[in-house]
């Protein structure tokens, strides 16, 4: 039933290495993908989006890759610094159907100083 | 700009209590959406508004569940009667229209907590 699973509910990683963070997505009709983060006590926040168009969109030290014969999206943190410890939600939408966006389960980041 | 305004921040109340949770959305956003935040769901879309008007409400849990959004400045999201299995926290976002058919960021506010005991 989850259309959008994050099959890693957490993930650590050494302060200065890469965070890789995974989404697997069944439906087909999705075309655009978000990353969210959310730091306790917050609402989530937009980190970086991609339109099915590209394989590829890079902001900074957040990279998101998709493949999208595999349905599968990651996000890629480089390097990693304690504060980004939160948790990363990644979300999809449907063309024609914006408003609405579905998350999955969230991914909790530790990032070890 | 003060951003997406939820209140209360935390409630506790009892089964079978009505619950009412309030959102103030941006200003000049025409979208809000109410999510549900689970450990075991993560974040579900429960209902969205576009230009106040319900659009898709097809993640409201159950008949409990209603919402309302009777201006451009205000929704609620109302359970009742409340039960322990609505213990979650409660969020509400807002996003404005672009151009492209492109999703639009939706801005989150800082949720309610509720407990249903």
Not at chain 1, 4 to 33: A, H, W
Not at chain 1, 74 to 97: K, M, R, T
Not at chain 2, 74 to 102: H, M, N
Request: hydrophobic content about 35%; proline content about 7%.
């Amino acid at each position: 039933d989850q259309q959008v699973k994050q099959n890693s509910p957490s993930l650590s990683v050494q302060e200065g290495r890469i965070s890789i963070l995974n989404c697997d997505y069944t439906n087909s009709m999705f075309d655009y993908f978000l990353w969210y983060k959310k730091y306790p006590a917050e609402g989530p926040t937009f980190l970086i989006s991609i339109s099915s168009i590209k394989d590829k969109n890079e902001d900074g030290r957040f990279t998101v890759f998709l493949n999208k014969s595999a349905k599968h999206l990651s996000l890629h943190i480089v390097p990693s610094q304690p504060g980004d410890s939160a948790v990363y939600f990644c979300a999809a939408s449907e063309w024609g159907n914006t408003g609405k966006l579905i998350f999955g389960q969230g991914t909790t980041l530790q990032v070890k100083p | 700009d003060a951003g997406v305004i939820q209140s209360p921040r935390h409630e506790v109340t009892e089964m079978g209590q009505e619950v009412t949770l309030r959102c103030k959305p941006i200003s000049g956003h025409n979208s809000l959406f109410w999510y549900r935040q689970t450990m075991m769901r993560g974040l579900e879309l429960l209902i969205y508004f576009n230009n106040n008007v319900p659009i898709d409400d097809s993640g409201m849990p159950e008949d409990r569940f209603s919402a309302k959004m009777p201006n451009a400045s205000f929704s609620t999201l109302k359970i009742q009667p409340s039960e322990p299995r609505d213990s979650a926290v409660y969020f509400c976002a807002s996003s404005s229209p672009s151009a492209g058919g492109i999703s639009d960021t939706q801005y989150f506010g800082p949720g309610t907590r509720l407990t249903v005991l």
